[in-house]
């Protein structure tokens, strides 16, 4: 038995500590924030990761494969009949006893006990509330915001998922805020979890420079300002759009993929015009490995975070600011994310074209050295995928901090 310290609800809760020895996780193994909070969970204990394989004849197939496994992580993709994420999922439930199934196979009722389900979408909520072990749900998205998703199911299943789960992880504040008023997540139970980054990024010593540029971007002209990441509607395009116009001393480097649309007309021209700059003042590297980002992050004078402000990005946890965190350089952000809101003065954050543009015009006359580097650099050492892992098992140990915090979020 364990005291659960709530700090903001200020009350103590009595509740049992669980001992865990190996963790099952429902994820997606598309979003790499997930591959690697499940690969930072795998240095603590055992771990399989399954992630599902939608067809058309999805109820036609019959079992599981076994993909690879890396160490203590076993990575299973598991057979799914489209629909089943939709509204009428319910309609389905034998692909819900399948689940539930192949999650239990091989072990016993004792075993099954001490294994941790952690649920990575609420669509889980049936193969949640049959599990006969300890449940989380990690929520790293406001995914009623999602629009091929219908946000009145979303809640419905989000509400079950919330009464089942003894612990809910949220990565945001505005997710757990939403998750306890409108889900019945009772504060007692949350721990906010916010996105991390790899301890591969990490660096022995702030960067008081910028390191070399990566060889296919190394003839750009410096001073360089980077953007990682998706390259679509989660961006503000006119906003960056005038803010390359306005910076002609300054070297624009775009890291990520560029496919999905950038939103609206507006947004789509300002990106296509980008585009048909690309090669000068402007250049787009496309899709880089996930291991490679670390090297774009360090080599930049300045990065970057435009994002818009529209859900559900606003409401999230922003991987790349990790990324860019444990770079230490200089950051400039838009006000199109809330959790970067209270990060300065860590990054600097810009509401508009204009400030923006002075922003990086501020950081030009300091040599691009703000004098945050080994403040980041700090921060980062408490914000990789291992500390975010360990959030998990120990609240699921008993231990708690203080709602709604964790260190370097």
């Known amino acids: 038995m364990a005291w659960w310290w709530v700090g903001e609800a200020g009350r103590m809760v009595w509740a049992m500590a669980r001992s865990v020895r190996q963790y099952k996780i429902l994820l997606d193994d598309r979003a790499p924030w997930l591959v690697e909070f499940a690969r930072a969970l795998a240095r603590l204990a055992p771990v399989t990761a399954y992630t599902p394989q939608i067809s058309a004849l999805g109820l036609l197939k ?30 389905l439930p034998f692909q819900t006893e399948r689940i539930g199934r192949w999650l239990r196979e091989g072990a016993s009722g004792h075993e099954l006990a001490e294994s941790a389900l952690i649920c990575c979408y609420p669509h889980y909520a049936r193969v949640a509330e049959s599990w006969p072990g300890p449940v989380v749900y990690y929520a790293t998205d406001l995914f009623r915001c999602y629009s091929h998703w219908d946000p009145e199911h979303i809640r419905h299943l989000e509400r079950r998922m919330c009464r089942r789960a003894e612990l809910v992880c949220p990565n945001s504040a505005r997710i757990a805020e939403v998750l306890m008023r409108d889900a019945g997540a009772g504060p007692e139970r949350v721990v906010m979890v916010p996105n991390g980054v790899s301890s591969q990024s990490l660096l022995p010593e702030p960067l008081l420079a910028p390191a070399a540029l990566p060889q296919d971007v190394a003839e750009v002209k410096r001073p360089v300002a980077g953007v990682i990441g998706n390259l679509a509607a989660n961006l503000d395009w006119v906003l960056i759009r005038r ?59 300045v990065a970057v975070l435009p994002y818009r402000k529209a859900e559900p990005t606003y409401s999230g946890s922003s991987t790349r600011f990790y990324e860019h965190l444990a770079a230490t350089r200089p950051m400039a952000a838009t006000d199109g994310f809330a959790e970067l809101l209270s990060k300065e003065p860590l990054l600097r954050i810009v509401r508009s074209p204009r400030e923006l543009v002075a922003a990086l015009e501020d950081l030009r006359a300091q040599g691009f050295r703000d004098g945050w580097e080994e403040q980041r650099w700090r921060a980062s050492r408490e914000a990789t995928w291992e500390c975010r892992a360990g959030l998990i098992a120990k609240a699921l140990m008993g231990e708690r901090s203080a709602l709604l915090t964790a260190p370097g979020a």
Request: glycine fraction near 10%; charge should be positive; aromatic fraction near 14%.
């Open 62 to 91: 019959r079992q599981p494969n076994s993909e690879k496994q890396e160490g203590r992580l076993l990575w299973v993709r598991f057979p799914v009949q489209r629909g089943y994420f939709s509204r009428y999922g319910c309609l």
């Open 243 to 301: 803010a390359v116009e306005a910076t002609p001393w300054l070297s624009w480097v775009f890291v990520g993929p560029y496919s999905m649309p950038a939103g609206g007309r507006e947004q789509h021209l300002a990106r296509s015009e980008l585009l048909r700059r690309n090669g000068g003042q402007v250049f787009f590297t496309g899709s880089r490995p996930i291991a490679e980002l670390k090297l774009y992050a360090r080599s930049f004078d």
